[in-house]
Protein backbone atom coordinates (compact mmCIF):
# COMPACT_ATOMS: atom_id res chain seq x y z
CA UNK A 1 0.00 0.00 0.00
CA UNK A 2 1.16 3.40 -1.02
CA UNK A 3 1.74 5.15 2.55
CA UNK A 4 0.92 9.55 2.66
CA UNK A 5 2.34 11.76 5.15
CA UNK A 6 1.11 15.32 5.40
CA UNK A 7 2.92 17.53 7.69
CA UNK A 8 2.45 19.70 9.71
CA UNK A 9 -0.30 17.88 11.64
CA UNK A 10 -1.72 21.09 12.54
CA UNK A 11 -0.99 24.85 12.29
CA UNK A 12 -1.68 28.01 13.63
CA UNK A 13 -2.83 30.96 11.26
CA UNK A 14 -4.45 34.01 11.40
CA UNK A 15 -7.19 35.32 8.35
CA UNK A 16 -5.22 36.62 5.68
CA UNK A 17 -1.74 34.39 6.06
CA UNK A 18 -0.74 32.43 3.16
CA UNK A 19 -0.73 28.80 4.59
CA UNK A 20 1.33 25.60 2.77
CA UNK A 21 0.60 21.91 3.43
CA UNK A 22 2.83 19.01 2.60
CA UNK A 23 2.14 15.84 1.17
CA UNK A 24 4.15 13.25 0.89
CA UNK A 25 3.66 9.71 -0.89
CA UNK A 26 6.06 6.66 -0.10
CA UNK A 27 6.39 5.89 -3.96
CA UNK A 28 5.89 7.61 -7.13
CA UNK A 29 2.32 8.39 -7.60
CA UNK A 30 2.98 10.82 -10.79
CA UNK A 31 0.12 13.48 -10.51
CA UNK A 32 -2.73 11.26 -8.68
CA UNK A 33 -3.25 13.45 -6.06
CA UNK A 34 -6.37 14.66 -4.71
CA UNK A 35 -6.73 17.41 -1.98
CA UNK A 36 -10.12 17.28 0.65
CA UNK A 37 -11.17 19.89 3.27
CA UNK A 38 -13.21 18.39 5.88
CA UNK A 39 -15.42 20.43 8.60
CA UNK A 40 -15.98 19.30 12.07
CA UNK A 41 -19.48 16.98 11.84
CA UNK A 42 -19.34 17.08 7.78
CA UNK A 43 -18.68 15.04 4.46
CA UNK A 44 -14.84 15.74 2.98
CA UNK A 45 -14.89 18.71 0.32
CA UNK A 46 -13.23 17.83 -2.82
CA UNK A 47 -11.03 21.14 -3.36
CA UNK A 48 -7.60 19.92 -5.82
CA UNK A 49 -7.94 16.72 -8.14
CA UNK A 50 -4.43 15.51 -10.41
CA UNK A 51 -2.35 17.45 -7.89
CA UNK A 52 -3.26 20.94 -9.40
CA UNK A 53 -6.81 21.40 -10.88
CA UNK A 54 -9.21 23.39 -9.40
CA UNK A 55 -12.63 21.63 -8.28
CA UNK A 56 -15.53 23.62 -9.79
CA UNK A 57 -16.74 26.15 -7.10
CA UNK A 58 -13.51 26.28 -4.78
CA UNK A 59 -11.96 30.22 -4.57
CA UNK A 60 -8.57 30.57 -6.82
CA UNK A 61 -6.98 31.41 -3.07
CA UNK A 62 -6.67 27.59 -3.02
CA UNK A 63 -4.16 25.85 -5.47
CA UNK A 64 -1.97 22.21 -5.37
CA UNK A 65 0.95 22.04 -6.65
CA UNK A 66 3.82 18.93 -6.83
CA UNK A 67 4.43 15.41 -8.59
CA UNK A 68 6.34 12.28 -8.20
CA UNK A 69 6.18 12.09 -4.53
CA UNK A 70 6.41 15.24 -2.93
CA UNK A 71 3.03 17.63 -2.87
CA UNK A 72 1.81 21.30 -1.57
CA UNK A 73 -1.83 23.07 -0.46
CA UNK A 74 -1.38 26.34 -0.71
CA UNK A 75 -3.74 28.48 0.62
CA UNK A 76 -2.64 32.43 -0.63
CA UNK A 77 -4.62 34.30 1.82
CA UNK A 78 -6.68 32.16 4.73
CA UNK A 79 -10.25 33.42 5.59
CA UNK A 80 -12.42 32.25 7.86
CA UNK A 81 -13.86 29.85 6.06
CA UNK A 82 -10.85 27.60 5.44
CA UNK A 83 -10.60 26.99 9.47
CA UNK A 84 -10.78 22.98 8.62
CA UNK A 85 -9.00 19.68 8.74
CA UNK A 86 -7.24 19.24 5.05
CA UNK A 87 -6.42 15.48 4.01
CA UNK A 88 -4.14 14.55 0.82
CA UNK A 89 -5.15 11.02 -0.68
CA UNK A 90 -3.39 8.97 -3.88
CA UNK A 91 -5.75 7.89 -6.80
CA UNK A 92 -2.65 5.98 -8.45
CA UNK A 93 -3.50 2.35 -6.72
CA UNK A 94 -5.52 0.82 -5.15
CA UNK A 95 -6.18 0.78 -2.03
CA UNK A 96 -6.53 4.71 -1.94
CA UNK A 97 -5.00 6.08 1.03
CA UNK A 98 -5.48 9.21 2.77
CA UNK A 99 -2.49 11.04 4.55
CA UNK A 100 -3.53 11.68 8.17
CA UNK A 101 -4.56 15.01 8.09
CA UNK A 102 -3.70 18.52 9.06
CA UNK A 103 -5.81 20.71 10.97
CA UNK A 104 -5.77 24.28 10.11
CA UNK A 105 -6.90 26.51 13.63
CA UNK A 106 -6.91 29.94 14.05
CA UNK A 107 -3.96 31.42 15.92
CA UNK B 1 -27.96 19.03 -9.37
CA UNK B 2 -25.57 15.80 -7.94
CA UNK B 3 -27.14 14.03 -4.63
CA UNK B 4 -26.19 11.23 -2.78
CA UNK B 5 -28.61 11.09 0.67
CA UNK B 6 -27.56 7.91 2.98
CA UNK B 7 -29.63 6.06 5.63
CA UNK B 8 -29.96 6.91 9.01
CA UNK B 9 -27.54 6.49 12.13
CA UNK B 10 -27.57 2.86 12.96
CA UNK B 11 -26.94 0.92 16.65
CA UNK B 12 -25.65 -2.51 16.64
CA UNK B 13 -24.03 -5.17 18.71
CA UNK B 14 -20.86 -6.99 18.72
CA UNK B 15 -21.17 -9.81 16.28
CA UNK B 16 -23.71 -8.18 14.03
CA UNK B 17 -24.26 -6.80 10.55
CA UNK B 18 -25.22 -3.33 8.98
CA UNK B 19 -25.67 -2.44 5.47
CA UNK B 20 -26.02 1.12 4.86
CA UNK B 21 -27.93 2.71 1.34
CA UNK B 22 -26.49 5.75 -1.10
CA UNK B 23 -29.12 6.94 -2.85
CA UNK B 24 -28.12 8.75 -6.11
CA UNK B 25 -30.11 11.49 -7.87
CA UNK B 26 -28.75 14.40 -10.17
CA UNK B 27 -26.73 11.89 -12.67
CA UNK B 28 -26.46 8.71 -14.73
CA UNK B 29 -26.24 6.39 -11.57
CA UNK B 30 -24.28 3.59 -13.93
CA UNK B 31 -21.66 6.18 -15.48
CA UNK B 32 -19.77 6.41 -12.08
CA UNK B 33 -18.52 4.22 -9.08
CA UNK B 34 -19.10 4.51 -5.82
CA UNK B 35 -16.64 4.43 -3.40
CA UNK B 36 -17.37 3.92 0.58
CA UNK B 37 -14.71 5.18 3.12
CA UNK B 38 -14.72 5.67 6.74
CA UNK B 39 -14.25 7.94 9.21
CA UNK B 40 -14.00 6.66 13.22
CA UNK B 41 -14.36 9.03 16.01
CA UNK B 42 -11.56 11.54 15.98
CA UNK B 43 -10.00 9.96 13.56
CA UNK B 44 -9.02 10.51 9.32
CA UNK B 45 -10.12 8.69 6.73
CA UNK B 46 -9.97 5.41 5.93
CA UNK B 47 -10.76 3.53 2.38
CA UNK B 48 -13.08 0.72 2.13
CA UNK B 49 -13.67 0.13 -1.82
CA UNK B 50 -15.90 0.46 -4.87
CA UNK B 51 -18.76 -0.65 -6.62
CA UNK B 52 -19.07 -0.27 -10.36
CA UNK B 53 -22.85 0.43 -10.85
CA UNK B 54 -22.78 -0.52 -14.82
CA UNK B 55 -20.69 -4.09 -14.04
CA UNK B 56 -21.89 -4.73 -10.65
CA UNK B 57 -17.64 -5.37 -9.55
CA UNK B 58 -15.76 -4.45 -7.06
CA UNK B 59 -12.82 -4.50 -5.27
CA UNK B 60 -12.49 -3.67 -1.33
CA UNK B 61 -9.56 -2.77 0.70
CA UNK B 62 -7.71 -5.83 2.30
CA UNK B 63 -8.83 -5.18 5.78
CA UNK B 64 -12.68 -6.02 5.00
CA UNK B 65 -11.97 -8.32 2.64
CA UNK B 66 -14.63 -11.60 3.94
CA UNK B 67 -16.45 -8.72 5.65
CA UNK B 68 -17.58 -6.30 3.16
CA UNK B 69 -20.19 -6.72 0.99
CA UNK B 70 -20.87 -3.43 -1.82
CA UNK B 71 -24.15 -3.67 -3.66
CA UNK B 72 -26.18 -1.43 -6.34
CA UNK B 73 -29.75 -1.42 -7.48
CA UNK B 74 -29.63 -0.10 -11.23
CA UNK B 75 -33.91 0.60 -10.61
CA UNK B 76 -33.52 2.80 -7.67
CA UNK B 77 -30.12 4.47 -8.39
CA UNK B 78 -29.13 3.03 -4.97
CA UNK B 79 -25.25 1.81 -3.61
CA UNK B 80 -25.09 -0.73 -0.68
CA UNK B 81 -22.57 -1.39 1.51
CA UNK B 82 -22.64 -3.98 4.24
CA UNK B 83 -20.65 -5.26 6.70
CA UNK B 84 -20.41 -8.01 8.69
CA UNK B 85 -19.35 -9.81 12.22
CA UNK B 86 -19.24 -5.57 13.50
CA UNK B 87 -16.65 -5.00 16.34
CA UNK B 88 -16.04 -1.59 18.42
CA UNK B 89 -13.56 -0.87 16.40
CA UNK B 90 -16.28 -0.72 13.78
CA UNK B 91 -17.61 2.37 15.10
CA UNK B 92 -17.53 5.13 12.63
CA UNK B 93 -18.95 7.25 10.10
CA UNK B 94 -19.57 6.04 6.99
CA UNK B 95 -19.68 7.60 3.41
CA UNK B 96 -19.99 6.94 -0.18
CA UNK B 97 -18.91 9.04 -2.94
CA UNK B 98 -18.42 9.24 -6.88
CA UNK B 99 -15.74 9.01 -8.16
CA UNK B 100 -14.96 10.11 -12.29
CA UNK B 101 -13.03 8.28 -12.10
CA UNK B 102 -9.92 8.95 -10.31
CA UNK B 103 -10.89 11.32 -7.01
CA UNK B 104 -14.37 11.95 -4.99
CA UNK B 105 -16.56 14.85 -6.00
CA UNK B 106 -19.26 14.48 -4.12
CA UNK B 107 -20.02 12.91 -0.66
CA UNK B 108 -22.93 11.65 1.06
CA UNK B 109 -23.98 13.13 4.58
CA UNK B 110 -22.81 9.75 6.40
CA UNK B 111 -24.06 7.44 8.39
CA UNK B 112 -23.16 6.97 11.91
CA UNK B 113 -22.70 3.07 12.84
CA UNK B 114 -22.68 2.68 16.59
CA UNK B 115 -21.78 -0.89 17.51
CA UNK B 116 -22.51 -1.20 21.57
CA UNK B 117 -23.49 -3.99 23.40
Known amino acids: DIQMTQSPSSLSASVGDRVTISCRAS??????LNWYQQKPGKAPKLLIY???SLQSGVPSTFSGSGSGTEFTLTISSLQLEDFATYYCQQSYSIPRTFGQGTKVEVK | QVQLVQSGPEVKKPGASVKVSCKTS????????IHWVRQAPGQGLEWMGWINPNSDGTNYAQKFQGRVTMTRDMSLSTAYMELSSLTFDDTAVYYCARAPPRHFDYWGQGTLVTVSS
Open chain 1, 27 to 32: QSISTY
Open chain 1, 50 to 52: GAS
Open chain 2, 26 to 33: GYTFSGYY
